[in-house]
């Protein structure tokens, strides 16, 4: 058999073409392609919402630049921005599904596929809206730089995600998809998971962060953080900023507390992300 990270995609569930504007043909599609044995904890579903994600946080309020209309990560240089790497495994993952529905847009399928994946591993549902035009290669993009650093803290934090328009609730709020997947030593060079369940949407993410000691790794690779207990679960220093600053932290306590509250919030903020600078949507 085949290995590696294309190893065992199943057929798609409806495998055939669909009439332009069958949403749902596309959302089955997607939904079967999500779990397969051999590629990490056994679900596509993670690094899709980070495809979802890295599309649409390049937006800037200031001059509505960027964000997920136009689907300009399918081409150079976007797609070789280092923030970007590992990305071309979930790009290619839905190529099948873009052949069976060639009419839907690049930027609406990759979007789509971050909130079929949320809803599909227990996550709230995340109101979708089609609509993303995809954009020729050579179109004008942003700069390179846009999306967030891992080794930075509270005050970059605030830069990035303020200039797409988020304030510090949803900075949180957001953050909480590290329940989901796993960092990668040959994608952005740190490593492991965030919580033992990283094939589930939960609040589990804000649980490890406020119950355990988190010490740094040793280890070659950059800084990052692991638990003190079993050394197995792992946060980044973005990651821990959210505890040391007070308005994060209290968010962080509140969603550990409050899965509901957590689901309300993430679904309202990831949806508004998928939606960043993307013109004549249809009324919600
Ligand atoms: Zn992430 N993220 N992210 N993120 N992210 C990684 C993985 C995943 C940051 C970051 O540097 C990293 C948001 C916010 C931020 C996901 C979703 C969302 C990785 C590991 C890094 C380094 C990549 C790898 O090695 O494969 C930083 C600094 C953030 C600022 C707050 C937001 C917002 C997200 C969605 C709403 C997801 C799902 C993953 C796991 C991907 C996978 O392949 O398992």
């Not at 979930?90 to 847009?105: D, M, V």
């Amino acid at each position: 058999p085949e290995s590696g990270p294309m190893a065992g995609i199943p057929a798609l569930a409806t495998g055939k073409r669909s009439v332009p504007g069958d949403y749902d043909a596309v959302r089955k599609d997607i939904s079967s392609i999500l779990d397969v044995d051999g590629y990490d904890d056994g679900s596509y579903g993670p690094v899709l919402v980070r495809l979802a994600w890295h599309t649409s946080g390049t937006y800037d309020k200031k001059d509505g630049s960027g964000g997920s209309n136009g689907a300009t990560m399918r081409f150079g240089p976007e797609c070789d921005w280092a923030a970007n790497a590992g990305l071309a495994t979930a790009r290619k993952l839905l190529e099948p599904i873009k052949a069976a529905h060639p009419w839907i847009s690049y930027g609406d399928l990759w979007t789509l596929a971050g909130a079929v994946a949320i809803e599909d591993m227990g996550g709230p549902t995340i109101p979708w809206r089609a609509g993303r035009v995809d954009a020729p290669d050579g179109s004008k993009i942003v700069p390179d730089g846009r999306l967030p650093d891992a080794t930075q803290g509270a005050k970059h934090l605030r830069d990035v995600f303020h200039r797409m328009g988020f304030d510090d609730k949803d900075i949180v709020a957001l953050s909480g998809a590290h329940t989901l997947g796993r960092c990668h030593t040959d994608r952005s060079g740190f490593s492991g998971p965030w919580t033992n369940a990283p094939t589930t949407f939960s609040n589990l993410y804000f649980q490890e962060l406020v119950n355990n000691k988190w010490v740094p790794k040793k280890w070659d690779g950059p800084l990052q953080y692991e638990d003190k207990a079993s050394k197995q679960l792992m946060m980044l220093p973005s990651d821990l900023a959210l505890l040391s600053d007070r308005t994060f932290k209290k968010y962080v306590y509140q969603y550990a507390k409050d899965e509901e509250a957590f689901f309300k919030d993430f679904a309202v903020a990831f949806s508004k992300l998928l939606e960043l600078g993307v013109p004549n949507l249809p009324p919600a």
